[in-house]
Nanobody
């Protein structure tokens, strides 16, 4: 069955960096658009970034553009989110999510609207001094 398992969260000071990982299994990882989505305390879900199956196209929310980098290693079935210049407002639970196969290729878009058919359990990122 499909599994998405995030790791790499933690406590970091403002201006610091973290790299999140999402280990995927149970499907042909390279065929699917993948996302990172976050939820800050007391707030709704916020889309962070998308990456196409081959990794050739990436998309970012304005709030993280220039600070976060999404990538994937299809040989390792793993999705990454490199987070630099972290701010207190980046504090959230970060989830990786998978698009249905229909949205691979020309059916993808616009970025950030999903839908998603599977989610990981999330990893907490806290940015605080």
């Amino acid at each position: 069955q499909v599994q998405l398992v995030e790791s790499g969260g933690g406590l970091v000071q403002p201006g610091g960096s973290l790299r999140l990982s999402c280990a995927a299994s149970g499907f042909t990882f390279s065929s699917y658009v993948m996302s990172w989505v976050r939820q800050a305390p007391g707030k709704g879900l916020e889309w962070v970034s998308d990456i196409t199956g081959g990794g050739g196209s990436t998309y970012y929310a304005d709030s993280v553009k220039g600070r976060f980098t999404i990538s994937r290693d299809n040989a390792k079935n793993t999705l990454y989110l490199q987070m630099d210049s972290l701010k207190p407002e980046d504090t959230a639970v970060y989830y990786c999510a998978k698009y249905p196969i229909y949205y691979s290729g020309s059916n993808y878009g616009p970025p950030g609207v999903g839908p998603y058919d599977y989610w990981g359990q999330g990893t907490q990122v806290t940015v605080s001094s």
